[in-house]
């Protein structure tokens, strides 16, 4: 038998077929029925790059930590946390202070919410000189944004953290040789009806306080920062104090909340006070 003899009864082999693809469940879309409802679902603990507007050169480029969550309702399981970044993804590589609105209201719709919230906080930083000598240092900073969308109303508040130098007035009535002095840290959380400048906000606070700090001192700038906080000795109430007059007197603030915690230096506690508006 010749070889296309033999070829020709071989059996005939099917063309290859895919196999159909797996239908997989979707738990997250079962029926819950425990009838209550959540808040606040998604993730959180996302670093992501962000760039925020700032006075002196218009875009500051820094590194976020970020929570994306949504209300679910009583009726479902769970939620769909890979929406969360696919929505963060889609819009950029970077997120924009400008575009958070965006964000929000595409997370509603990709996950059917009433509601969407988004956190963010970031070091925010400030180049600053010395008080005497003039030379220049970089001082860091804490910033957050706490947004939310319900419909079409957006919520937005501002946070800023702001550590400075706190001189007891009890200390210097009584002593004899100086006054001790420690490290405090101021939170200034707000509303306003238009933007309010991250940078706004921390002179309020640095110039409520005994001194400001800063990131680079020679003994000239030493001497200085050390006589204006014995100048200016201010208790940890009259540090809350003294932001909120300034905040009261600014035309766009609706709302705060100022606390400042001071970090003894002759006692193992902290001094804490707090004011809030509204």
């Given at each position: 038998?010749?070889?296309?003899?033999?070829t020709?009864?071989?059996?005939?082999?099917?063309?290859?077929?895919?196999?159909?693809p797996?239908?997989?469940?979707?738990?997250?879309n079962?029926?819950?029925h425990?009838?209550?409802?959540?808040?606040?679902?998604?993730?959180?603990?996302?670093?992501?790059?962000?760039?925020i507007?700032d006075?002196a050169h218009?875009?500051?480029?820094?590194v976020?930590?970020?929570g994306?969550y949504?209300?679910?309702?009583?009726?479902?399981?769970?939620?769909?946390?890979?929406?969360?970044?696919?929505?963060?993804?889609?819009?950029?590589?970077?997120?924009?202070?400008?575009n958070?609105?965006?964000?929000?209201?595409?997370?509603r719709?990709?996950?059917?919410a009433?509601?969407?919230h988004l956190?963010?906080?970031?070091?925010?930083?400030?180049?600053?000189r010395?008080?005497?000598?003039?030379?220049?240092?970089?001082?860091?900073?804490?910033?957050?944004?706490?947004?939310?969308a319900?419909?079409?109303?957006?919520?937005?508040?501002?946070?800023?953290?702001?550590?400075?130098?706190?001189?007891?007035?009890?200390?210097?009535a009584i002593?004899?040789?100086?006054a001790?002095n420690?490290?405090?840290?101021?939170?200034?959380?707000m509303?306003?009806?238009?933007?309010?400048?991250?940078?706004?906000?921390?002179?309020?606070?640095e110039?409520s306080?005994?001194?400001?700090?800063?990131?680079?001192?020679?003994r000239q700038?030493e001497?200085a920062?050390?006589?204006?906080?014995?100048?200016?000795?201010?208790?940890v109430?009259?540090l809350?104090?003294?932001?909120a007059?300034?905040l009261?007197a600014?035309?766009?603030?609706?709302w705060?909340?100022v606390?400042?915690?001071?970090q003894?230096?002759?006692?193992n506690?902290?001094?804490?006070?707090?004011?809030?508006?509204?």
């Amino acid at each position: 038998m010749s070889s296309s003899s033999e070829t020709a009864d071989a059996p005939r082999r099917s063309p290859t077929r895919s196999a159909p693809p797996a239908i997989l469940a979707d738990k997250q879309n079962e029926r819950d029925h425990r009838e209550l409802r959540i808040d606040k679902v998604g993730v959180r603990g996302l670093r992501f790059p962000i760039q925020i507007r700032d006075k002196a050169h218009a875009v500051q480029n820094t590194v976020a930590t970020i929570g994306l969550y949504v209300d679910l309702p009583k009726e479902f399981k769970g939620t769909h946390m890979s929406r969360f970044i696919e929505v963060l993804n889609a819009h950029g590589g970077i997120v924009h202070v400008e575009n958070i609105p965006d964000i929000l209201h595409a997370m509603r719709r990709r996950l059917h919410a009433e509601t969407a919230h988004l956190e963010m906080e970031f070091p925010f930083f400030l180049e600053k000189r010395a008080p005497v000598t003039r030379q220049m240092g970089v001082m860091d900073y804490t910033a957050r944004f706490d947004a939310a969308a319900c419909g079409k109303e957006i919520d937005f508040v501002l946070t800023v953290k702001a550590a400075v130098t706190t001189l007891c007035p009890c200390s210097k009535a009584i002593s004899r040789y100086g006054a001790h002095n420690q490290r405090g840290e101021v939170t200034v959380a707000m509303r306003s009806r238009q933007a309010v400048w991250i940078e706004d906000v921390i002179s309020i606070i640095e110039a409520s306080a005994s001194s400001e700090l800063y990131s680079l001192l020679k003994r000239q700038d030493e001497k200085a920062v050390t006589e204006r906080a014995y100048e200016n000795p201010v208790f940890v109430e009259d540090l809350v104090r003294n932001v909120a007059l300034r905040l009261n007197a600014h035309p766009d603030v609706t709302w705060y909340k100022v606390e400042a915690e001071n970090q003894e230096s002759i006692h193992n506690h902290n001094a804490y006070a707090c004011i809030e508006k509204g």
